[in-house]
């Protein structure tokens, strides 16, 4: 089972970061990584629409230059990275998952991605159009749909953007839906695990892959565990 770091490592390290994606990489398989764009148009890596929880700065992402937003804490002295940067520093350690948190600009992320010639790329989102968009632009690119609720029919929505993998967060995934994604040729990726015993869950389940905030501390239980794969 894959360890993704969530964010880079959030527990460890302030999130989206090139320090957290850097302790991140320690332990994890892949590192997964939000993207927004500030409002001249620069790949920004942003989980929320806003500024306020992760930086010393307020508004929104999208108000502000990418000039602004440099020059923002966003812990521990860290600045706010863009894609190119994290593509950079990632170039050939591992996967990296790219998380479209916006329907717009994504002409430009594919832009960065492909100047980058980034070979290890996931991209993931709630926003299925904005995945079928990806489709267009980068057939080859793998692609992953995220989801948080029930009610809903993944297979039919990942089938809809042909994409590769699925991402429910924990509480909705069980044995038999991994079985069926699996019977349907999807991977399974699960959010987000932060203890051993979720982890042995996620494991005993037959997930492909968990997205943790401790990378470290989820590698550290699953190498004493029997179950790893």
Known sequence: MKIVGHRGARAKEPENTLRAVRTGLACADCIEIDVRM?????????????????????????????????????????????????????????TLLVELKERGGLETIVEVITSAQAKRIILVSFL?????????????VPRGLIYSTAGRDPFADARSVNASFILPRFDQADAEMIGEAHAQRLRVILW??????????????????????????????????????
């Open 192 to 229: 987000t695990l932060n203890t051993a015993d979720d982890l042995h869950a996620a494991a005993v389940m037959g997930a492909d892959a968990v997205a943790t905030d401790d990378p470290c501390m989820a590698r550290s239980v699953l190498r004493k565990s029997t179950l790893q794969r």
């Open 38 to 94: 500030s409002r001249d148009g620069i790949p920004v890596i942003m989980h929320d629409a806003t500024l306020e929880r992760t930086t010393n700065g307020r508004g929104a992402v999208r108000d502000h230059s990418f000039a602004e937003i440099r020059t923002l804490d966003a812990g521990a002295g860290e600045r706010v990275p863009t894609l190119a940067e994290v593509l950079d520093l990632m170039a050939g350690r591992a």
């Open 128 to 140: 299925a159009e904005a995945l079928a968009r990806a489709e267009q632009l980068l057939p080859a």
